[in-house]
């Protein structure tokens, strides 16, 4: 990778970003509306005595899933329309590699993700009384590799489908697994045997894992790092195996 074409494939990215004022939308306002959805769902459930809310504890997790589920979908959208519309094969005639590209879709899209997850969190903070034991900047650094999580997915999920239609197909296949099994609905250490090692090899699993540790703890621990860890791994490999599966076109 070259640093010049990195910011430059980034500054593209970023332009096209804002220019799409439904994208930017969906990006900044839908986190905050679906908070908003979990607030009210939540709203009269009294917290138990010594122990977070409902809210607290739907709301930390929501954090983190709604910008790697919006991402995955944006992304993987994206990138499927640069290649249909020929975009793709004429910048790889170019000296910018596969690399350059896909590593500058994730800097643009975690830019993006850093003044989404700004935005959600400020709504769940102050808006609705969230309250966690860790700092929310940590919460909001977390949310921010999820959502990158996400940009590398659906990067990788975009090389295997022709149409815009089969993109949104490998979200049940891809986000509702991880979804089901990581821990929000059905604590992982009360799951099968066969689940929990599924659970164990998905990324978003220790993300949310990284989250309940923040709304846990005072002060970073040591399960936090390591688990950011396997996820900011998990987005490398990913956007890694994005570029050796990218094709020029749809065929």
Request: hydrophobic share 55%; glycine share 8%.
């Amino acid at each position: 990778m070259t640093p010049r074409i990195l910011a430059a494939t980034t500054g593209r990215i970023l332009r096209q970003l804002r220019h799409d004022r439904r994208t930017v939308a969906l990006l900044v306002l839908v986190p905050a509306l679906l908070l908003t959805l979990v607030n009210y769902m939540y709203a009269d459930q009294p917290a138990p005595p010594g122990q977070p809310s409902m809210f607290d504890r739907v709301a930390l997790v929501m954090l983190g899933v709604f910008p790697f589920v919006i991402m995955f979908l944006v992304t993987s959208i994206a990138m499927l329309r640069e290649r249909t519309s020929g975009t793709l094969e004429r910048l790889l005639t170019t000296p910018l590699g596969r690399l350059d590209l896909l590593f500058g879709y994730g800097i643009a899209f975690g830019l993006a993700a850093a003044g989404q997850a700004c935005v959600a969190a400020a709504v769940a903070y102050w808006a609705f009384g969230l309250e966690t034991a860790g700092s929310s900047a940590l919460v909001i650094v977390i949310a921010v590799v999820n959502a990158v999580l996400g940009v590398a997915l659906g990067l990788l999920c975009s090389a295997f489908a022709r149409t815009e239609f089969q993109a949104v197909q490998f979200m049940p296949v891809v986000v509702l697994p991880q979804l089901l099994l990581c821990g929000l609905f059905v604590a992982r250490d009360q799951m099968a045997g066969w689940l929990q090692a599924v659970s164990d090899a998905l990324p978003l699993s220790y993300a949310v894992e990284a989250l309940q540790e923040v709304g846990a703890h005072a002060e970073p621990t040591a399960t936090m790092w390591r688990d950011l860890a396997v996820v900011a791994g998990s987005v490398v490999l990913a956007l890694v195996l994005a570029a050796a599966t990218l094709r020029r076109r749809s065929g």
